[in-house]
């Protein structure tokens, strides 16, 4: 490559139409990676590596191969066209490629610390070459499709926060829809998006600031749903831990206590369970008679636990005398 220019187009099909490509757009294109030196080889073709599926970047979210949005933006929708680029420009490629490559792959967990990558590189021999001697490449792209940013349903990642904090009671309300039809795993998994906005919002606060505390009062509810829906499956453990939660914020929380209770049952913490219970009569007195049912049901099943214990002793009791 003897052009001084950093990057070179050149032009082998012509688009149909030219779409203005601004941030938040995006574009959906195949490419084709080629090492440019002695012999020009090809490194990476998008319809043959990782899910076989073109290329989609959200312009404006500082991917790591910045150059790619550099050329799309040259770029009609259906044109092809060849771009031959700088060495300086395409330091990051390897790691680029070896995310793509492996997409849709059960990760190979492989650190990739200054030390290791100087001793084993990345797991692919042709990018380790490319890092230990970088050259310049040449990108074939097809693009296929832009979308504006109000043409398509943005993902998570790419809402502001204030969009983010505004799908939280959105997904509660799915939720609660679902398990009202008891579709149990589709309504975990609404309440599972909304806990995710809310720490990931709560993460940027301190726990003794306003704005913590406000977004862990609209998460310990939705927790709560999510823990019935764990309980409804027999997922006892993960129902005790988050009622755990709930009742480190807020120790008198009935509806915590109640499923505490119950998960305690199902995972036999029957001293526990217990105690939940008895709790639960003092904070309100109009749950006595459903709190007594829980109570006996209680002591039915240690009755029950008792001698089935008793009868289980007897066999093996037994079962040795007969061998001796």
Excluded at 56 to 74: A, N, Q, T
């Amino acid at each position: 490559m003897t052009n001084t220019a950093p990057i070179v187009k050149n032009t082998i099909y012509t688009g149909q139409k030219y779409v203005p490509i601004a941030d938040g757009s995006k574009v959906h294109f195949h490419f084709q990676t080629w090492k440019l030196g002695k012999e020009r080889t090809l490194i990476d073709d998008s319809k043959k590596i990782g899910q076989k599926e073109p290329m989609v970047l959200v312009i404006g979210h500082k991917f790591k191969l910045e150059v790619w949005e550099s050329i799309v933006k040259m770029m009609a929708v259906g044109e092809v066209a060849s771009f031959q680029v700088k060495k300086e420009l395409v330091y990051s490629y390897p790691f680029v490629s070896k995310t793509l490559r492996e997409l849709g792959q059960e990760q190979r967990r492989k650190h990739t610390c200054t030390m290791t990558l100087h001793t084993e590189g990345i797991g692919y021999p042709d990018l380790d070459d490319l890092i230990n001697s970088p050259c310049d490449l040449e990108f074939i792209i097809e693009v296929l499709k832009v979308e504006r940013s109000n043409e398509y349903e943005k993902e998570l990642w790419q809402l502001s926060s204030e969009e983010r904090l505004q799908l939280v009671p959105e997904l509660k309300e799915k939720g609660n829809k679902l398990y009202g039809q008891k579709l149990y795993d589709q309504a975990e998994d609404a309440y599972r998006q909304a806990i995710s906005i809310c720490e990931q919002l709560m993460i940027r606060e301190r726990k003794c600031d306003e704005e913590w505390i406000n977004l862990n009062k609209v998460k310990l509810p939705i927790l709560l749903n999510f823990a019935q829906c764990k309980l409804v499956k027999g997922e006892y453990y993960a129902v005790i831990e988050h009622c755990n939660t709930v009742l480190d914020h807020d120790a008198d929380n009935e509806k915590a206590l109640y499923r505490r209770a119950k998960a305690n049952v199902g995972a036999w913490n029957p001293e526990a369970a217990e105690k939940d219970f008895k709790r639960l009569k003092t904070l309100n007195p109009e749950l006595i008679p459903t709190i007594d049912k829980e109570l006996e049901n209680l002591k039915q099943l240690r009755k029950e636990k008792s001698e089935n214990d008793k009868d289980a002793l007897k066999k093996l009791f037994d079962k040795d005398n007969n061998a001796s």
